[in-house]
């Protein structure tokens, strides 16, 4: 089993909707949790940290579930900008040994 | 400008060369990374750094060599280049316990061994 793994994609959407990531991970003990987000052929970029409580930040809201070692990205009213992979990502330990998933493509079409 | 930059961004080479890939950051951050990314694999690690003369290996750290003798600095250096080291190299980095734990990359080297 991989250590974090995500919904295969690619997920194309229309302009408005709504649409739901979902990730798991295998190791129990990990402290941090990250969505990031990867344009075409550039750099991984951070979209939002993954807290216990649950967090929005404007049309993104990201939920963690501890016990079912479960991560969920939700973003309402789709914009074609969001066109991207969207990786999810796993800390064990803080500073190091990140672990990503293999990512889910998501296209926003017109 | 702060920031963490890679060099070369491109690189063609040939089978059997000594290739390194060169990455700064200006942040004095503790942590950097090398990442490969190749299609099906999503993002890989291949060595990282706790800090200045300590570095450990990661997931795929075979054909691969590193060094930190300063903060800033975290060159990758691939010692005989074998095709199956094509891919898109990004170097990172994150700063010390207590932070929000991010990590920042670099625009990534895109390296081809022929």
């Known amino acids: 089993r991989k250590e974090v793994e995500q919904d295969p994609g690619p997920f194309n959407v229309p302009e408005g909707a709504t649409v739901a990531f979902n990730c798991t991970y295998s190791n129990s003990a990990s402290q941090s949790f990250f969505w990031y987000r990867q344009d075409c052929r550039k750099e991984p970029k951070l979209l939002m940290s993954v807290y216990s409580s649950g967090n929005e930040d404007g049309r993104f809201t990201a939920q963690l579930n501890r016990a079912s070692q479960y991560i969920s990205l939700l973003i309402r009213d789709s914009k074609l900008s969001d066109s991207a992979t969207y990786l999810c990502v796993v800390n064990l330990y803080y500073g190091q040994n990140f672990v990503f998933g293999p990512g889910t493509r998501l296209s926003v079409l017109p | 400008d702060a920031g963490i930059t890679q060099s070369p961004r491109y690189k063609i080479t040939e089978t059997g060369r000594q290739v390194t890939l060169m990455c700064h950051q200006t942040?004095?951050?503790?942590?950097m990374f090398w990442y490969r990314q190749d299609l099906g694999h999503g993002l890989r690690l291949i060595y990282y750094?706790?800090?200045?003369?300590?570095?450990d290996k990661g997931e795929v750290p075979d054909g691969y060599v590193v060094s930190r003798s300063k903060t800033e600095n975290f060159p990758l250096t691939l010692e005989s280049a074998t095709r199956s080291q094509t891919s898109v190299y990004f170097c990172?980095?994150?700063?010390?316990?207590?932070?929000?734990?991010?990590?920042?990359f670099g625009e990534g080297s895109r390296l081809t061994v022929l």
């Open positions: 750094s706790a800090a200045a003369d300590i570095t």
């Open positions: 990172a980095s994150s700063g010390d316990r207590g932070n929000t734990g991010e990590l920042f």
């Open positions: 942040w004095s951050h503790s942590y």
